[in-house]
């Protein structure tokens, strides 16, 4: 695991994964996306893993791509800008594929690449001071593979006039076009994604992720009739999962399902 990612367990069932690269704005290279994926994809596979908590370290949450290894990729060939986007691509989709959920905690700026690791989780909040910008076209670059995640949180319109401008906006603009969730003052940042992992934490494992692959599935896909039979195939399946059946018989027994501390 690279030095400028670290994982922190705070508490039971809660592991924390921390950029540390300060110095540069928590810009990312090939060996931080390399690291960011092997965590999450060790995570995503430890059972005792409930919630993941995306952090980072410095006044700055994301500054996008590292200025050295721009410079490397401006003599790559076609093929190894693939190869590069696409090692990209995946680290984006290991983190929001992952069956626990994870939110984001933005204490600083996120530009470029950095508004697509606050996209890709499932939760955003962020410090009022923070401020975020897709500046790909400045660069005579466009924001393409973290474009599914970014428009997914902020919508079509909004995406059409950020992506376009590349203009800077701030934390109540990003809540207001619905890419964060929440805006706190910095000091109040750690209660704030705190009290989401209570209550993460006070809901069933099984169901977490299967809500996860449900959203997956509904969101901009046409109602028909396929779309509602794996709706009913959904409930169907919690119903008769162990969580499903030991919750609401702890529910009509008026007693704390097993996964609620």
């Known amino acids: 695991m690279s030095q400028d990612i670290e994982i922190r367990r705070s508490r039971e069932g809660v592991a924390e994964v921390w950029l540390n690269r300060p110095a540069v704005r928590n810009a990312f290279n090939d060996e931080v996306i390399a690291a960011l994926t092997q965590a999450f994809g060790t995570l995503g596979a430890d059972a005792s893993v409930r919630v993941i908590v995306l952090a980072a370290e410095g006044p700055a949450f994301c500054a996008g791509a590292d200025l ?31 069956r626990q959920p994870v939110i984001a905690r933005v204490q600083g700026d996120a530009y470029a690449g950095g508004m697509g690791l606050v996209a890709v989780c499932d939760i955003a909040v962020t410090a009022d001071s923070a401020n975020f910008c897709l500046s790909e076209v400045k660069l005579g670059l466009v924001p393409a593979t973290i474009s599914p995640y970014v428009v997914r949180a902020m919508g079509t319109r909004a995406a059409q006039r950020y992506m376009l401008t590349a203009e800077r906006f701030d934390a109540a603009t990003a809540k207001a076009i619905g890419y964060v969730h929440e805006v706190v003052p910095a000091g109040e940042l750690d209660a704030a994604v705190g009290k989401l992992v209570d209550a993460l934490l006070g809901a069933s494992p099984q169901a977490l992720a299967q809500c996860k692959r449900l959203l997956d599935e509904v969101v901009d896909r046409p109602l028909d009739a396929a779309l509602i039979a794996r709706t009913v195939e959904h409930i169907a399946d919690a119903r008769a999962s162990d969580d499903g059946k030991h919750g609401v018989q702890s529910f009509l027994s008026k007693a704390k399902p097993r996964w609620m501390r």
């Open 68 to 98: 050295n290894w721009m410079r490397r990729m401006a003599d790559y060939t076609r093929e190894q800008n693939l190869a590069d986007a696409g090692a990209l691509a995946e680290m984006l989709r290991t983190i929001a594929t992952v």
